[in-house]
């Protein structure tokens, strides 16, 4: 008898990994185990089959014995033989498959739970490093998550090794009062006393695990910071408090496999002494003639099996100690709250093509128009427009903007990023393939991918990608220049093509000739879309359909960039056109002293990228 069976192959990730209660840990294994209701039934039930199968071997090995011995090679011999053979077979197809679930199992855990540490970090923005340290965060996803996948890795096998100890007992007892008792009793003291080490166990892993998130934030904010550590010598000081903390690690590590190593050492040693005590008894039994010779050979088979119950159980006991850790480590990624609120909304999403208000300011884009804000002061513009993307809505309730009169606080987060991107001025690149650095929503053809790397001016970009748009870029984009990674990620931006774009110092990288086939490229491009760019260079500001002038957190001028400079001092709005010249002019000059230093920067880009070729 062959057991057949398919298994379902998901593909991950999930499309929606779900939203898990954050009561505590116990209550996310509870949700992760609904959530696969159907793939641990599955690997339950080959567990179960597979070690009710392994439980019969013994009963089946001593009836063989004690046929042969009465008869010979009698029918009835061969009868169990074959009994045995087939029980075999279906023990082994029920073993492979089984696996499978199990593995099945594990994964889709560690992956379930991935996604949701990922999603809560995706979305929680600046919140998630003032709750956590970054080595929190980076341990949730790097290890916790497996941890808790390896319960559910373990769960069949642990409920098939339950299930089939009761039916040992009762085969033993039905054969031997006295085995079989000492047998149902013994083991579970085995346990009892194994168990004992568990709990100092949890606490140490629990040190160990503080100790590694610890030092992995440390090495996280020392390699972010090495440039400025060396500038002022600061390195060694760094060096010294990575050393410490990871002699911590080691000794918190030492404590674990210390402990580790007596619960080992007990897993062999107690179920060992209690198979020569079974055997003991049984030879004691057999010698006065209350068993058969095939009934001690069963006997002690049957005490060896149930070691191997014993140790599963301790060692999923050791398994669910280790998750039980992790999974309060998860719990508290998830419990951050995104800086924009949780997800939801309270007023309905407003019609397309309606203004987007600064209330504080007075700063409006109107709908299917190129706007440029300009200010003396440019972090009060930037600010400006990071409101316009409702990313703190803590920190914005004072200085509220509304999309058609209804504030983005009210809104649905995920239909407000749809129709409103804002690309600051610190571009994040991430590695991979160039094409899906451009296409983050999944959404673009290769057309409309080379489309914006033109309208970017990034085809030196392409050029220096052995596969093109197809090419692999480092983490950060370190490769490229700093020009050349402030125009993908204008590039980045374009491919959304959103209903309302809000760019924050696009081309504050690039020397002028190339800023200056930019600033038409993305004015043409946008027209008749609404669009505002920050920015103070006459080179952009003489593109866009009017500029907005921000003096002392109000628009105190507005027109084109001719209107505002020819405008007269005795004019009405004059005085705030005489101040709009000389932040323009002091924009202009800017540009002039920094143009080499631009192009240097790029030449640098291109040599850094050479040298990590050879």
């Not at 390896?150 to 007992?169: D, K, N, P, R």
């Not at 039994?285 to 191997?308: C, D, H, K, M, P």
């Not at 200085?399 to 991107?421: C, I, M, N, S």
């Not at 930019?518 to 669009?531: F, N």
Request: glycine residues 8%; proline residues 4%.
């Amino acid at each position: 008898m062959v057991v057949r069976t398919v298994v379902v192959v998901r593909s991950l990730p999930f499309a929606d990994p779900g939203t898990p209660p954050l009561r505590g840990p116990v209550t996310l294994l509870l949700w992760l185990a609904r959530k696969q209701a159907r793939v641990l039934a599955g690997a339950m039930f080959f567990g179960v089959l597979g070690f009710t199968c392994s439980s019969f071997q013994p009963y089946l090995v001593g009836h063989i014995i004690d046929s042969a011995t009465e008869s010979g090679l009698s029918r009835t011999t061969w009868t169990w033989a074959a009994v045995m053979a087939g029980v075999g077979i279906v023990w082994i197809a029920s073993n492979a498959i089984g696996h499978r679930w199990d593995i099945t199992a594990w994964m889709h855990a560690a992956f379930r739970t991935s996604q949701l540490v990922t999603r809560t970090v995706a979305r929680s923005g600046h919140n998630i490093t003032k709750e956590l340290p970054t080595g929190e965060v980076v341990s949730s996803v790097a290890n916790d998550t497996m941890r808790i996948g390896e319960v559910f890795a373990v769960l069949g096998q642990t409920i098939g090794s339950v299930a089939t100890y009761t039916i040992v007992v009762v085969l033993m007892l039905r054969q031997s009062l006295t085995l079989g008792l000492v047998i149902a009793l013994g083991l579970p003291v085995v346990a009892a006393i194994l168990a004992l080490l568990v709990k100092p166990l949890q606490k140490h892993q629990k040190k160990q695990r503080d100790a590694q998130g610890r030092l992995t934030t440390l090495g996280a904010d020392t390699v972010s910071g090495l440039r400025i550590l060396r500038g002022i010598g600061g390195e060694k000081v760094f060096t010294g408090r990575y050393r410490d903390q990871s002699q911590r690690v080691r000794q918190a590590g030492v404590d674990v496999a210390g402990t580790q190593s007596v619960l080992d050492a007990l897993q062999v040693l107690l179920p060992g002494l209690f198979i020569a005590l079974v055997v003991y008894l049984g030879a004691a039994e057999a010698l006065a003639g209350r068993i058969s010779t095939g009934q001690l050979v069963a006997f002690y088979g049957y005490a060896s099996f149930l070691s191997w119950p014993v140790h599963l159980l301790v060692q999923s006991v050791n398994v669910v100690t280790k998750a039980h850790v992790a999974a309060g480590k998860v719990v508290k990624v998830l419990q951050v709250v995104p800086a924009t609120g949780a997800t939801g909304s309270s007023a309905a999403m407003p019609p397309a093509h309606v203004p987007l208000v600064d209330e504080t300011t007075g700063v409006t884009l109107e709908p299917g128009r190129v706007l440029a804000l300009v200010s003396a002061d440019p972090d009060e513009s930037a600010r400006v427009a990071v409101r316009m993307g409702r990313f703190d809505d803590e920190a914005e309730t004072d200085t509220p903007v509304t999309l058609g009169g209804v504030r983005l606080a009210d809104l649905d987060k995920q239909e407000l990023r749809e129709r409103v991107v804002v690309a600051d001025a610190t571009p994040a690149l991430f590695s991979g393939r160039l094409a899906g650095e451009l296409d983050v929503r999944d959404a673009a053809d290769r057309a409309a991918l080379l489309r914006a790397m033109h309208v970017a001016d990034a085809h030196d970009v392409l050029e220096s990608l052995p596969d093109g748009i197809e090419g692999e870029i480092p983490e950060k984009g370190r490769s490229l220049s700093g020009g050349q990674r402030q125009r993908v990620a204008l590039a980045r931006a374009l491919v959304t093509d959103p209903e309302i774009l809000v760019l924050v110092e696009p081309t504050s990288a690039v020397d002028a000739h190339t800023e200056a086939r930019i600033a038409q490229r993305l004015t043409e491009w946008r027209r008749g879309r609404t669009t505002l760019i920050v920015t103070a260079s006459p080179l952009v500001l003489d593109h866009v359909d009017e500029v907005l002038f921000l003096d002392d957190g109000t628009v105190a001028a507005r027109g084109t960039h001719r209107e505002l400079l020819d405008l007269p001092p005795d004019a009405p709005g004059g005085q705030e056109a005489a101040r709009y010249r000389r932040v323009v002019g002091r924009s202009l000059a800017e540009d002039d002293d920094t143009e080499l230093d631009q192009e240097l920067d790029a030449l640098l880009g291109a040599n850094a990228q050479e040298g990590g070729t050879a």
